[in-house]
Nanobody, 124 residues
Framework: QVQLVESGGGLVQAGGSLRLSCAAS????????MGWFRQAPGKERDFVAA????????YYADSVKGRFTISRDNAKNTVYLQMNSLKPEDTAVYYC?????????????????WGQGTQVTVSS
């Protein structure tokens, strides 16, 4: 089993930055693909970014390309999401997720493990 705990959310003004962290425990995630998703009130959970286990391949939603960066530190068993140039429409609960292997990084149903989420609020 993999337990995931997100942190780093908060309230930020438009144009600001935040870095979310996803700390894993229970098992090393060195060989897991990792993803970030977000869910705004009344909306479905949407794909944000994903990273292959090797960190060679990264994937981003069009809405965050050029602004968000996903990365991992295997020594710390942690995945990050650096979010720059934040917009009010980025406001949501952000979740990290892990899966041992997948061919579809953008689908929430591809992932086996989820964190509890961290709130990101961007004010205009």
């Amino acid at each position: 089993q993999v337990q995931l705990v997100e942190s780093g959310g908060g309230l930020v003004q438009a144009g600001g930055s935040l870095r979310l962290s996803c700390a894993a425990s229970g098992r090393t995630i060195n060989f897991y693909a990792m993803g970030w998703f977000r869910q705004a009130p009344g909306k479905e959970r949407d794909f944000v970014a994903a990273l292959s286990w090797s960190a060679i391949n990264t994937y981003y939603a069009d809405s965050v390309k050029g602004r968000f960066t996903i990365s991992r530190d295997n020594a710390k068993n942690t995945v990050y999401l650096q979010m720059n140039s934040l917009k009010p429409e980025d406001t949501a609960v952000y979740y990290c997720a892990a899966v041992r292997s997948t061919s579809s990084y953008t689908r929430p149903t591809s992932y086996d493990y989820w964190g509890q989420g961290t709130q990101v609020t961007v004010s205009s």
